[in-house]
């Protein structure tokens, strides 16, 4: 999952996923608060979940890139776990 949403990012960016050093801060790949919602956006869509808000309200705990991708991936198994198991009956 982790090198899909790496994929995601440097995909938005226009970059290789070689570039992207998860301790490099947002401000350093020159992710500004519309660009992260954007990206936001595209993982939602890839991984069928609804987390910009869960993430957005732990801003304040990002302080690099390796920070943001570990907690998209928590929000994103969160949402798995939560969600029922489709039966056939």
Do not use: C, W
């Not at 987390?51 to 943001?68: C, P, S, T, Y």
């Not at 929000?75 to 029922?84: G, H, L, N, S, T």
Request: net charge negative; glycine share 4%; hydrophobic share 40%.
């Amino acid at each position: 999952m982790r090198d899909e949403i790496v994929d995601i990012i440097a995909e938005y960016l226009d970059i290789s996923p070689d570039e992207l050093d998860e301790h490099k801060t947002l401000q350093d790949l020159q992710i500004d608060s519309l660009d992260f919602a954007e990206i936001m956006f595209e993982i939602e869509g890839k991984f069928d979940v609804s987390i910009m808000f869960e993430v957005q309200g732990h801003k304040d705990e990002i302080r690099n890139l390796g920070d943001a991708l570990n907690l998209i991936e928590a929000e994103i198994e969160k949402q798995r776990a939560a969600k029922p198991v489709a039966t056939d009956e």
